[in-house]
């Protein structure tokens, strides 16, 4: 075994194989890949997984990196033997709530770029003949979803790589990730140690074990999982294909089924999630089955498939499965080990995809897809706490197959990060929900009195829920008098020292170099000039400057600041969140408000639109910036956080007069679409850069030098390929959820970023990237939502006060 390498990978199961495959097809050599079982059937989760790949999923990246592992497992050529089964998948409902949810499903497809149709009970039977169709009342299918050979996929991949630039190694467990001055040096191992540049931990459930040994946490839960496969069935008598039906999935009993040439296969999430300590994982990764939890199971699935009343089952499973907090894999470069990487939480679905996103990120220093979801530095520190993931990741097994709602909540844990003003929002009936472990108010029961409450629109389906119309009040109370919103949640970064200015001007992409008080709205770009990061930064002294940013992209957004800092101490890079809480006060009379309060000068002359200053509120100091994500006059302020109590209820007793009322996320966010203000993650990312974004404002060219510079002007010579537009629905009071299909006739041309009502504009509001032929204000549209057709049309942006002047009186 050789003695240096430039990789070590940790794990030669599909994940290692498939990320070691990628990066030696990019040229990379000295590649040394371990697993401590045999190869290339290594006793994990790739060894027992019954090989079932569906792409739909509601997170379009998640149905990407799919559609890529289909893809890969395709041309895997060989023997004879395929990688891949393209046999179509079908998932059924048994209830008229099943069937709305795979017509949403349908439409995820259509605007993730999957071929796939809705069929009637019949038809699902023509293509699986076991079904019993009296049981169903339809179905959602895609073509070329199907089974997977993930051992054989190892070894395809595996075979033209080994030897010319990758060494593999079965019967070698890792016992030490040696750590030097915050960085991976190597491994060590029972047959001697490998000196290595970095180490890419594709270990799956053992990858807590294998973390522990470089001092770091992998966020994952072990959970046993059961499936069965039986004797032959007289149905399928002489059968010899080993997959010739659509893999089926039966959600409405948390079930999934497939082919094994004469046999048939199904497994079950319908029992108590059964979690293992990851120190007590054995090898191979196989538990002992326990009938008591497959019981209902296989009640169920003779009900279905009637063949498999009387068939006896011959082979049962109890393997392992990864399960995260928020069901997404963990990938990117741990942020305490420099040149330690993770690909872990990864099912064979998804594979294929994450080996070559992370071979990209690793050679080039970008996956080129956007993996916010995905990546390793989305969690807080309480998410990397052993009881935090055990909790959530046995919900994320019991929801598998759940029809879960966009804004449905978790119930546990809660109440883990709560604002100085927690109290004063209990008292006025908040209705929390939860962002980054923060509770957060989404709507106030206080404010079901106000007159507006009962001449909001109503809506009905599941735009309804997690819904009601005090969002609506808010939001016009905001228009007309004044609000107060908690901005606590809200990442606080400061960063300092000498090289502080010249970092950030090379990490902006607006100009930051201004006076002392100045707030400057920025993107952070990526190499490929996408958007990273969307924040505000201010400078506060020479040397000195505030970095604000949402709170559920905060821990991303301070790994990025951090990830480009220099390491020679002329920038200090602090997230000081938890000392400061924050408050927004926005609304025509929010200048009222605070001048009751605070004797410093608050005209538009001494106190203009992106100013920065210190007050006094009472008796509390505070720094007041002149900014609003909701389209009014008003501040955002922010004091020490044992002030906070008393500065709420400072600003609340001088608001009264002039109804202020207490502002949920929910108003929050109708408030922004209607002005038309980008939210990251869902209407930019870092795929998306400014100028289709219509961010172009924010960049300055002629400041210099900055990171994704040159991609943008390679952008800008070139007519943009597509554009954020803003839409509007025909139909009086519609309203849309997001991710939904935008159509031109039956041709799909986007699909929506952000959805929501603007209740002072009257109508319901959509944006989605268009190509040029159709980002003309008046060009008539569609959107799918459920199956049903929805005219809009693309409007003139923003909607509300389009020359801003509200903001700036």
């Not at 050679?363 to 935090?388: M, Q, V, W």
């Not at 883990?416 to 980054?436: D, K």
């Not at 009264?656 to 038309?676: I, M, N, Q, T, Y």
């Amino acid at each position: 075994m050789r003695e240096h390498a430039r990789l070590v990978i940790v794990g030669a199961g599909i994940v290692g194989c498939s990320a070691a495959y990628h990066l030696a097809r990019k040229g990379w050599r000295d590649i040394v890949v371990l697993d401590q079982g045999p190869l290339f059937e290594t006793g994990g989760s790739t060894s027992h997984a019954p090989g079932l790949v569906f792409q739909t999923n509601p997170s379009r990246t998640m149905t990407e990196l799919a559609k890529r592992t289909v893809a890969l497992y395709s041309r895997l050529g060989g023997d004879g033997e395929p990688c891949f089964y393209p046999a179509g998948s079908m998932e059924v409902a048994t209830t008229p709530a099943r069937w709305e949810e795979l017509k949403r499903r349908r439409g995820l497809g259509k605007s993730w770029g999957l071929e796939g149709a809705l069929l009637s009970p019949g038809d699902a039977r023509n293509r699986l003949p076991l079904l019993d169709e009296s049981k169903i009342v339809g179905a959602y299918y895609v073509p070329n979803d199907g089974i997977a050979k993930a051992v054989r996929a190892c070894e395809r991949m595996a075979r033209p790589v080994e030897g010319r630039s990758v060494t593999f190694h079965g019967e070698t467990a890792v016992t030490a990730i040696d750590v030097d001055g915050g960085r991976v040096r190597g491994v060590t191992t029972p047959r001697g140690s490998i000196a290595a540049e970095q180490v890419l931990i594709c270990a799956g459930i053992w990858g807590p074990q294998v973390g522990r040994l470089a001092g770091i946490t992998v966020p994952l839960a072990p959970m046993q999982h059961l499936y069965v496969r039986t004797a032959p069935l007289p149905e399928l008598t002489g059968e010899t294909r080993d997959v010739a039906h659509p893999i089926l999935r039966h959600q409405d009993r948390s079930m999934y089924f497939r082919q094994h040439a004469d046999c048939y296969g199904f497994g079950s999430y319908r029992h108590e999630p059964l979690p293992v300590a990851p120190d007590a994982i054995p090898r191979p990764a196989i538990m002992p089955f326990t009938p008591e939890h497959f019981a209902a199971a296989e009640e169920a699935a003779g009900d279905l498939l009637p063949a498999l009343r009387r068939a006896e089952a011959t082979y049962r499973i109890n393997g392992l499965f990864s399960f995260t907090a928020d069901g997404f894999p963990l990938l990117g470069e741990a942020a305490a080990v420099r040149g330690l990487w993770i690909a872990e939480a990864i099912w064979i679905t998804h594979a294929g995809g994450v080996g070559q996103v992370v071979a990209e990120w690793m050679a080039e220093g970008d996956p080129g897809l956007d993996l916010h979801e995905c990546d390793l530095s989305r969690f807080p520190a309480h998410a990397f706490t052993p009881a935090y993931v055990r909790a959530r990741a046995v919900q994320q097994y019991r929801e598998v197959y759940d029809i879960v709602h966009p804004l449905q909540q978790m119930e546990q844990p809660r109440g883990l990060r709560v604002s100085p003003f927690y109290r004063r929002q209990v008292e006025q009936g908040a209705v929390f929900f939860e962002t980054a472990g923060w509770e957060r108010p989404q709507w106030f029961a206080a404010n079901e009195r106000l007159p507006d409450a009962q001449r909001v629109p109503n809506r009905t389906g599941w735009e309804a829920r997690e819904w009601s119309p005090i969002q609506g009040a808010e939001h016009l109370a905001t228009r007309r008098a004044a609000a107060l919103f908690d901005l606590t949640p809200f990442t606080k970064i400061e960063v300092s020292g000498p090289g502080a200015l010249g970092f950030l001007e090379g990490l902006c992409a607006n100009k930051i170099d201004h006076p002392e008080g100045r707030v400057v709205y920025t993107s952070m770009l990526n190499r490929r000039g996408g958007i990273m990061c969307d924040l505000t930064v201010t400078r506060l002294d020479r040397d000195r400057f505030l970095i604000l940013t949402g709170g559920a992209v905060g821990p991303r957004d301070l790994a990025w600041i951090r990830g480009h800092a220099p390491g020679d101490g002329t920038v200090r890079v602090a997230d000081v969140t938890s000392m400061y809480c924050g408050v927004g006060l926005w609304g025509p009379s929010a200048r009222a408000v605070l001048s009751a309060v605070c004797t410093e000068p608050l005209s538009n002359e001494v106190f203009p639109y992106f100013a920065a200053r210190a007050i006094t509120i009472a008796t509390i100091p505070a720094l007041a910036l002149r900014v609003s994500y909701v389209g009014e006059l008003g501040w955002e302020i922010y004091a020490r956080t044992e002030y906070g109590l008393r500065m709420w209820d400072t600003l609340w007793e001088a608001g009264r007069p002039h109804g202020l009322v207490p502002l949920g996320v929910g108003a929050f966010d109708s408030l922004r679409l209607e002005k038309g203000y980008r939210l990251w993650g869902a209407d930019i990312t870092g795929e998306d850069n400014p100028l289709e974004a219509g961010l172009g404002f924010a960049v300055k060219f002629g400041k210099g030098e900055f990171l994704g510079r040159e991609a943008l002007l390679r952008i800008k010579a070139q007519p943009l390929a597509r554009k954020l537009c803003c839409l509007t629905f025909d139909e009086a009071g519609r309203v849309v959820l997001g991710k939904e299909p935008i159509l031109d006739g039956d041709r799909v041309i986007g699909y929506v970023t952000s959805a929501n009502y603007g209740y002072t504009v009257g109508r319901g509001i959509a944006y989605g990237y268009l190509p040029p032929t159709h980002a003309a204000p008046g060009v008539p549209v569609e959107v799918e939502y459920f199956g049903a057709r929805c005219r809009a049309t693309v409007s003139e942006e923003p909607l509300y006060d389009p020359k801003g002047l509200r903001l700036r009186c």
